[in-house]
């Protein structure tokens, strides 16, 4: 099938996205000033997320960025006309948070796939998604405080979440980068590979995530994302209501266990 291309901002095509297989692969294209997340690229991509999120043919979006970075973070240049503007710069922030917030509660899958820069911004919107694939020689860090700065799109929320408290406050207070074998170790990017391997692991995870019920890949995120947020109890209990109500009423669910029976491939519908 062919790629369909699109660019989600007709200025300076900040964020282009191509589409092919069901997999949408959104690029961040400012590659000279390494992918800044700016305000006018934060509503393209906020857009963008919406729009797909209304095409059921889409099951996995990868974010990804052009040259050798895939987000340096916020414009700090810019900032300093923001923090003028009390109002806007609020805006921005509601957006960023806004963007974050919907990757994380799609129904999609959504891959980063993080070489060279990975900081502040960047960092918050890697934290957001599903599946981290990231080069060994990438640079990931926080960095906020080396400016002076706050992180203000989850960064101090996710990351202990993701990594807990003592190593949060390490790359948060110190601001050091590591690299992607570091930070696989650290349990922040979820696969570190060579630079030259990372398309492969790319297509491997594809890969896998195509063979999957689309509806059993929601399911799963589902209750990963949300019974993490509340008590023990009460996201076993969810498990347990969700996963009743998905083996009893799907044809996917019983079409696995059918087709593990037979020794064949299931023929899953994603309904």
């Known amino acids: 099938m062919e790629a369909v291309n699109q660019a989600a901002s007709a200025e300076e095509e900040r964020v282009q996205c191509a589409v092919r297989d069901g997999v949408a692969t959104i690029t961040l294209n400012r590659p000279e000033q390494l992918n800044p997340l700016d305000r006018l690229t934060v509503a393209a991509l906020l857009a963008l997320v919406r729009r797909l999120e209304e095409d059921s043919s889409i099951s996995v979006v990868v974010l990804r960025g052009a040259g050798r970075a895939f987000s340096a973070g916020g414009d700090l240049e810019g900032y300093m006309a923001l923090y003028r503007d009390r ?9 960023l948070n806004h963007l974050l917030e919907e990757i994380e509660r ?24 599903d599946i981290v694939l990231a080069a060994h020689e990438a640079q990931i860090a926080d960095g906020h405080l080396n400016f002076a700065q706050l992180p203000g799109a989850g960064g101090s929320q996710r990351l202990p979440r993701t990594i807990g408290p003592l190593k949060a406050k390490l790359l948060v207070l110190t601001g050091r980068a590591i690299g992607g074998e570091e930070a696989e170790r650290m349990g922040l990017v979820s696969l570190s590979v060579p630079l030259a391997e990372l398309e492969a692991a790319v297509d491997g995870v594809l890969a896998d995530l195509k063979r999957k019920s689309p509806l059993g890949l929601k399911g799963a995120k589902y209750l990963i994302n949300t019974g993490g947020l509340g008590a023990r109890d009460a996201a076993l209990e969810l498990e347990l209501q969700y996963v009743h109500h998905y083996a009893t009423t799907s044809h996917d669910a019983y079409e696995g266990l059918a087709a593990f029976k037979e020794k064949r491939k299931p023929d899953l519908k994603g309904e």
């Open 87 to 95: 109002p806007k710069f609020m805006k921005f922030l509601r957006d």
């Open 106 to 129: 799609s129904e999609k899958i959504y891959i980063a796939v993080v070489h060279g820069h990975c900081v502040a911004g960047g960092l918050e919107l890697m934290l957001a998604c």
